[in-house]
T-cell receptor, first 111, second 114 residues
Protein backbone atom coordinates (compact mmCIF):
# COMPACT_ATOMS: atom_id res chain seq x y z
CA UNK A 1 0.00 0.00 0.00
CA UNK A 2 1.27 3.46 -0.91
CA UNK A 3 1.85 5.50 2.25
CA UNK A 4 1.24 8.96 0.78
CA UNK A 5 -0.63 8.98 -2.50
CA UNK A 6 -1.53 11.96 -4.62
CA UNK A 7 -3.60 12.24 -7.76
CA UNK A 8 -3.29 13.00 -10.52
CA UNK A 9 0.36 12.35 -11.30
CA UNK A 10 0.25 14.66 -14.32
CA UNK A 11 -2.03 17.62 -14.90
CA UNK A 12 -1.98 19.66 -18.11
CA UNK A 13 -4.39 22.56 -18.32
CA UNK A 14 -4.99 25.98 -19.82
CA UNK A 15 -4.39 29.32 -18.14
CA UNK A 16 -7.42 30.53 -16.22
CA UNK A 17 -8.77 27.08 -15.41
CA UNK A 18 -9.45 25.75 -11.90
CA UNK A 19 -7.96 22.42 -10.84
CA UNK A 20 -7.57 20.25 -7.77
CA UNK A 21 -4.91 17.84 -6.54
CA UNK A 22 -5.82 15.21 -3.98
CA UNK A 23 -3.62 13.68 -1.29
CA UNK A 24 -4.23 10.82 1.10
CA UNK A 25 -1.98 9.22 3.70
CA UNK A 26 -2.55 5.90 5.43
CA UNK A 27 0.19 6.33 8.03
CA UNK A 28 -1.97 7.78 10.78
CA UNK A 29 0.06 11.00 10.91
CA UNK A 30 -1.48 14.16 12.30
CA UNK A 31 0.47 16.64 10.18
CA UNK A 32 0.31 17.06 6.40
CA UNK A 33 1.99 19.50 4.04
CA UNK A 34 1.98 20.85 0.53
CA UNK A 35 5.33 21.75 -1.04
CA UNK A 36 6.01 23.28 -4.45
CA UNK A 37 9.11 22.27 -6.43
CA UNK A 38 10.10 24.56 -9.30
CA UNK A 39 11.94 23.66 -12.47
CA UNK A 40 15.30 24.13 -10.73
CA UNK A 41 14.29 21.60 -8.05
CA UNK A 42 13.91 24.28 -5.37
CA UNK A 43 11.41 23.06 -2.80
CA UNK A 44 9.28 25.50 -0.86
CA UNK A 45 6.60 24.88 1.73
CA UNK A 46 3.12 26.16 0.94
CA UNK A 47 0.85 24.90 3.73
CA UNK A 48 0.80 22.62 6.71
CA UNK A 49 -2.18 21.17 8.53
CA UNK A 50 -2.30 19.45 11.90
CA UNK A 51 -5.36 17.29 12.50
CA UNK A 52 -7.43 19.27 9.97
CA UNK A 53 -6.32 22.65 11.30
CA UNK A 54 -4.28 25.07 9.17
CA UNK A 55 -0.94 25.71 10.87
CA UNK A 56 1.34 27.22 8.23
CA UNK A 57 0.31 29.37 5.29
CA UNK A 58 3.50 30.52 3.66
CA UNK A 59 2.34 33.68 1.85
CA UNK A 60 0.83 31.70 -0.97
CA UNK A 61 -1.57 33.57 -3.31
CA UNK A 62 -5.16 33.09 -2.21
CA UNK A 63 -5.88 31.39 -5.54
CA UNK A 64 -4.48 28.36 -3.72
CA UNK A 65 -6.88 26.90 -1.19
CA UNK A 66 -6.06 23.77 0.79
CA UNK A 67 -8.81 21.69 2.33
CA UNK A 68 -8.50 18.93 4.90
CA UNK A 69 -11.77 17.00 5.32
CA UNK A 70 -10.06 14.68 7.82
CA UNK A 71 -6.55 14.17 9.06
CA UNK A 72 -5.78 11.57 6.39
CA UNK A 73 -6.59 13.87 3.48
CA UNK A 74 -5.23 17.21 2.34
CA UNK A 75 -6.39 18.50 -1.03
CA UNK A 76 -5.18 21.53 -2.94
CA UNK A 77 -7.48 23.58 -5.12
CA UNK A 78 -6.06 26.18 -7.47
CA UNK A 79 -8.21 28.87 -9.09
CA UNK A 80 -7.43 30.88 -12.20
CA UNK A 81 -4.25 29.01 -13.04
CA UNK A 82 -1.28 31.04 -14.26
CA UNK A 83 1.81 30.06 -16.24
CA UNK A 84 3.95 30.53 -13.12
CA UNK A 85 1.98 27.84 -11.31
CA UNK A 86 3.67 25.21 -13.47
CA UNK A 87 5.71 23.06 -11.07
CA UNK A 88 5.70 19.75 -9.26
CA UNK A 89 3.51 19.77 -6.17
CA UNK A 90 4.34 17.38 -3.37
CA UNK A 91 2.14 16.31 -0.53
CA UNK A 92 3.82 15.02 2.63
CA UNK A 93 2.85 13.77 6.05
CA UNK A 94 4.79 13.66 9.28
CA UNK A 95 4.58 11.81 12.59
CA UNK A 96 7.02 14.14 14.30
CA UNK A 97 9.38 16.97 13.70
CA UNK A 98 11.61 16.58 10.70
CA UNK A 99 10.66 13.21 9.34
CA UNK A 100 8.48 13.80 6.31
CA UNK A 101 6.99 11.14 4.09
CA UNK A 102 6.46 12.48 0.58
CA UNK A 103 4.09 11.48 -2.15
CA UNK A 104 5.46 10.97 -5.65
CA UNK A 105 4.36 14.40 -6.82
CA UNK A 106 1.91 15.97 -9.25
CA UNK A 107 3.47 17.62 -12.27
CA UNK A 108 1.30 20.59 -13.20
CA UNK A 109 1.78 22.19 -16.61
CA UNK A 110 -0.17 25.36 -17.37
CA UNK A 111 -0.30 26.23 -21.07
CA UNK B 1 14.30 33.44 8.68
CA UNK B 2 16.44 30.36 8.82
CA UNK B 3 18.09 29.20 5.60
CA UNK B 4 20.19 26.44 4.08
CA UNK B 5 22.92 26.78 1.47
CA UNK B 6 24.28 23.76 -0.32
CA UNK B 7 26.82 23.41 -3.06
CA UNK B 8 25.68 23.93 -6.59
CA UNK B 9 25.55 20.92 -8.79
CA UNK B 10 25.63 18.98 -10.82
CA UNK B 11 28.23 16.65 -9.35
CA UNK B 12 29.46 13.87 -11.60
CA UNK B 13 31.57 11.04 -10.18
CA UNK B 14 32.81 7.64 -11.21
CA UNK B 15 31.69 4.58 -9.31
CA UNK B 16 33.62 4.03 -6.05
CA UNK B 17 34.70 7.68 -5.84
CA UNK B 18 34.45 9.66 -2.61
CA UNK B 19 31.51 12.02 -2.30
CA UNK B 20 31.16 15.28 -0.39
CA UNK B 21 28.21 17.61 -0.74
CA UNK B 22 28.60 20.76 1.32
CA UNK B 23 25.77 22.24 3.34
CA UNK B 24 25.80 25.24 5.66
CA UNK B 25 22.93 26.78 7.51
CA UNK B 26 21.83 30.03 9.12
CA UNK B 27 19.57 29.78 12.13
CA UNK B 28 18.80 31.70 15.30
CA UNK B 29 18.84 28.60 17.49
CA UNK B 30 20.06 25.04 17.15
CA UNK B 31 17.81 23.38 14.62
CA UNK B 32 17.69 19.71 13.75
CA UNK B 33 19.39 19.02 10.42
CA UNK B 34 18.51 16.54 7.70
CA UNK B 35 19.54 15.13 4.37
CA UNK B 36 16.81 14.02 2.01
CA UNK B 37 17.26 12.20 -1.32
CA UNK B 38 15.05 12.36 -4.39
CA UNK B 39 15.37 9.62 -7.00
CA UNK B 40 14.11 10.38 -10.52
CA UNK B 41 10.33 10.61 -10.71
CA UNK B 42 9.85 10.12 -6.98
CA UNK B 43 9.20 12.16 -3.86
CA UNK B 44 11.88 12.94 -1.31
CA UNK B 45 12.96 10.36 1.25
CA UNK B 46 14.71 10.98 4.53
CA UNK B 47 18.34 9.82 4.27
CA UNK B 48 19.71 10.80 7.67
CA UNK B 49 19.36 13.35 10.43
CA UNK B 50 21.13 14.89 13.42
CA UNK B 51 19.38 16.72 16.24
CA UNK B 52 22.20 18.35 18.18
CA UNK B 53 25.78 19.53 17.86
CA UNK B 54 28.39 16.83 17.18
CA UNK B 55 25.70 14.25 16.38
CA UNK B 56 26.53 12.09 13.37
CA UNK B 57 23.70 10.86 11.20
CA UNK B 58 24.34 7.83 9.02
CA UNK B 59 22.44 5.59 6.64
CA UNK B 60 23.26 3.44 3.59
CA UNK B 61 26.95 4.38 3.80
CA UNK B 62 26.21 8.12 3.90
CA UNK B 63 27.29 10.21 6.89
CA UNK B 64 26.94 13.80 8.04
CA UNK B 65 28.10 15.45 11.26
CA UNK B 66 26.36 18.43 12.86
CA UNK B 67 29.08 21.07 13.29
CA UNK B 68 27.85 23.99 15.36
CA UNK B 69 31.14 25.90 15.16
CA UNK B 70 31.07 25.99 11.36
CA UNK B 71 27.25 25.77 11.03
CA UNK B 72 27.70 22.92 8.61
CA UNK B 73 26.24 19.49 7.88
CA UNK B 74 28.24 18.11 4.96
CA UNK B 75 27.15 14.83 3.39
CA UNK B 76 29.85 12.22 2.69
CA UNK B 77 30.08 8.74 1.30
CA UNK B 78 33.28 6.80 0.90
CA UNK B 79 32.41 4.88 -2.26
CA UNK B 80 29.46 5.89 -4.41
CA UNK B 81 27.45 3.55 -6.61
CA UNK B 82 25.50 4.16 -9.79
CA UNK B 83 22.33 3.65 -7.75
CA UNK B 84 23.22 6.73 -5.64
CA UNK B 85 22.47 8.98 -8.63
CA UNK B 86 19.77 11.34 -7.36
CA UNK B 87 19.15 14.86 -6.09
CA UNK B 88 20.25 15.44 -2.49
CA UNK B 89 18.64 18.08 -0.28
CA UNK B 90 19.97 19.47 2.96
CA UNK B 91 17.24 20.77 5.29
CA UNK B 92 16.74 22.26 8.72
CA UNK B 93 13.74 22.23 11.00
CA UNK B 94 12.19 25.50 12.08
CA UNK B 95 9.60 25.86 14.80
CA UNK B 96 8.32 23.40 17.35
CA UNK B 97 5.18 21.67 18.57
CA UNK B 98 2.76 21.32 15.66
CA UNK B 99 4.13 24.51 14.11
CA UNK B 100 7.27 23.08 12.58
CA UNK B 101 8.42 22.99 8.99
CA UNK B 102 11.46 21.95 7.02
CA UNK B 103 13.40 24.51 5.04
CA UNK B 104 15.31 22.92 2.19
CA UNK B 105 18.43 23.87 0.31
CA UNK B 106 18.26 24.07 -3.48
CA UNK B 107 19.32 20.49 -4.03
CA UNK B 108 22.46 18.98 -5.56
CA UNK B 109 22.18 16.63 -8.50
CA UNK B 110 24.60 13.70 -8.25
CA UNK B 111 25.33 11.52 -11.26
CA UNK B 112 27.49 8.43 -10.78
CA UNK B 113 28.91 6.83 -13.91
CA UNK B 114 29.93 3.17 -14.11
Amino acid sequence: DTAVSQTPKYLVTQMGNDKSIKCEQNLGHDTMYWYKQDSKKFLKIMFSYNNKELIINETVPNRFSPKSPDKAHLNLHINSLELGDSAVYFCASSPDAGKLFFGSGTQLSVL
Amino acid sequence: GDSVTQMEGPVTLSEEAFLTINCTYTATGYPSLFWYVQYPGEGLQLLLKATKADDKGSNKGFEATYRKETTSFHLEKGSVQVSDSAVYFCALQEGGGSNYKLTFGKGTLLTVNP
